[in-house]
Every structure is written in structure tokens, then in C-alpha cells.
Nanobody
Framework: VQLQASGGGLVQAGGSLRLSCAGS????????IGWFRQAPGKEREGVAC????????YYPGSVKGRFTISSDNAKTTVYLQMNSLKPEDTAVYYC?????????????????WGQGTQVTVSS
């Protein structure tokens, strides 16, 4: 299982970014994909999850209504559209995969991780 995250960058508050997570080496439809973030000195937190089998999604309250996760199973790629970004969204963002039908919200539930991509939101 390999995951490649991309799309991070520097954006002003209120702006948008779209992250991508390209997967390979596994049957995409049998896995859930989660996006997590980790800011300096803070614990890793989940920001979105999607089940590739049925498209169900999960968001915590901190990003609900601003972030949207989607999946292109044909391209084995998951996207995280981030709108109305805030300085507190600044972090390294990671995608992760785990064989499951239902979304998993805790980082310890995932075995496979991509490298991080930095998102910096300036005020």
C-alpha cells in the first residue's frame, strides 16, 4: 500500500486549497481513506474520512461545512477540498488508509500513511 499526498501550500485566511491523496497497491474500494493534520506541539487529529465502498463521510465539528472529502475510485485518488481556511488550520496534513467498510476516526486505527503535505494559512 502506497499513498502520495500533495497539494499543500501557503494561502491567506479565507482562501482555499485542494489536497490530493493518490493510492496504489491495494483494492481501493475495500478501504477507507482519512485525512489527518498535525500542528507543531499538538496531537494528530482527524479532519475527514471517506469510505470508498459506499461514499459515506465523516467530519469533526472543527471543519464541518468548510472541508469536503471526495473519492475518485477510477483514479484511486481522494481529494480534500478546504475552503474558508483559518490560521488555525495550519498544519502538516496526512492521508491514511485502512481496510474497513466504515469510516475510522482515530489515527491509531490506520496502518498505512502517506507523507505529509504542509498547509500554511496566513492571517
Amino acid at each position: 500500500v502506497q499513498l502520495q499526498a500533495s497539494g499543500g501550500g501557503l494561502v491567506q485566511a479565507g482562501g482555499s486549497l485542494r489536497l490530493s491523496c493518490a493510492g496504489s497497491g491495494f483494492t481501493f474500494s475495500n478501504y477507507v481513506i482519512g485525512w489527518f493534520r498535525q500542528a507543531p506541539g499538538k496531537e494528530r487529529e482527524g479532519v475527514a474520512c471517506i469510505s470508498s465502498s459506499d461514499g459515506s463521510t465523516y467530519y469533526p465539528g472543527s471543519v464541518k461545512g468548510r472541508f469536503t472529502i471526495s473519492s475518485d475510485n477510477a483514479k484511486t485518488t481522494v481529494y480534500l477540498q478546504m475552503n474558508s481556511l483559518k490560521p488555525e488550520d495550519t498544519a502538516v496534513y496526512y492521508c491514511a488508509a485502512e481496510r474497513s467498510a466504515a469510516c475510522l476516526t482515530q489515527s491509531f486505527s490506520y496502518h498505512y500513511w502517506g507523507q505529509g503535505t504542509q498547509v500554511t494559512v496566513s492571517s
